[in-house]
């Protein structure tokens, strides 16, 4: 995908949902609740792959992973989150491995069978994803930093290719998406143009503005994990850092 503008991005964010979390404190509200689940529907895989790769089997992982989550998602659970903690993803992990070495927190959770349960986990999704995992000496920690960061450039493409369907762009879209990733497609401007009945220059100016779309997106979605004072700039080279790890 293509690296951010480094330039710090003057848009200004709305109160993230981590940020939400985070304020919640004791109180665990309603909202708070549906952003902790929100979040916790998305970077769900991130966890299973690290546990997958601690040499649990497919069906353990699966276990733990929804175990924690029903776990998380109980309304005292807020009462640990670290209010210094700035990054979601840091948190996440550091309550997974918490939630594994306290076997009687581990095995009651078992045992209730979930309670509240995460939709979008899906065991032979997961499976079929882990298998594409490098087989490599890669270690935990670096499978789930990686999945973290892959699953949120993930959402980022998905948002930005609704966002260009919703404007009736699906086409200019699919032609250019390409320059997202490259300084050159393997169709020049020129060509795209011909094949969307428009100029080389109309190209230029449309994949300059897809570029600033995309990185406006990014700029959201990585803020939506961190406390309203962290260092978006800081967080993105840390993700593209662990896409690029191999």
Same mark, same amino acid.
């Given at each position: 995908m293509a690296t951010p503008d480094p330039q710090p991005s003057n848009a200004q964010f709305a109160t993230t949902q981590w940020s939400m979390v985070l304020k919640?404190? *004791?109180?665990?509200?309603?909202? @708070? !609740?549906?952003? /902790? @689940?929100?979040?916790?529907?998305? =970077?769900? =895989?991130?966890?299973? @792959? =690290?546990?997958?790769?601690?040499?649990?089997?497919c069906n353990s992982a699966m276990d733990v992973t929804q175990a924690f989550f029903a776990r998380m998602l109980e309304k005292d659970y807020? *009462?640990?989150?670290? %209010? #210094? !903690?700035?990054?979601?993803?840091?948190? /996440?992990?550091?309550?997974?491995?918490r939630f594994q070495a306290n076997e009687h927190d581990f095995r009651t959770?078992?045992?209730?069978? &979930? &309670? #509240?349960?995460? #939709?979008?986990?899906?065991a032979d999704e997961a499976e079929a994803r882990y298998r594409?995992?490098?087989?490599?000496?890669?270690?935990p920690e670096q499978v789930y930093e990686r999945r973290w960061a892959i699953t949120l450039l993930d959402r980022v493409l998905g948002r930005l290719r609704d966002d260009y369907a919703e404007k009736g762009k699906s086409e200019l879209f699919? %032609?250019? !998406?390409? =320059?997202?990733?490259? @300084?050159?497609?393997n169709a020049s401007y020129a060509e795209i143009g011909e094949r969307l009945g428009m100029t080389e220059g109309a190209i230029k100016v449309a994949v300059h503005r897809l570029r600033q779309r995309y990185r406006d997106f990014l700029q959201e979605e990585v803020a939506q994990t961190l406390s309203e004072d962290g260092d978006i700039e800081e967080e993105l080279s840390a993700l593209l850092t662990a896409v690029r790890r191999r």
């Open positions: 919640a404190g *004791r109180d665990s509200s309603p909202d @708070a !609740q549906q952003a /902790l @689940a929100c979040l916790c529907e998305t =970077y769900w =895989y991130p966890l299973y @792959a =690290y546990a997958r790769r601690r040499g649990m089997d807020l *009462r640990t989150a670290d %209010q #210094q !903690q700035g990054r979601f993803r840091s948190f /996440l992990l550091t309550m997974f491995k959770a078992l045992k209730r069978g &979930g &309670g #509240q349960h995460i #939709q979008s986990l899906n594409l995992e490098p087989k490599d000496a890669t270690t699919n %032609q250019c !998406q390409v =320059y997202l990733a490259t @300084a050159t497609g």
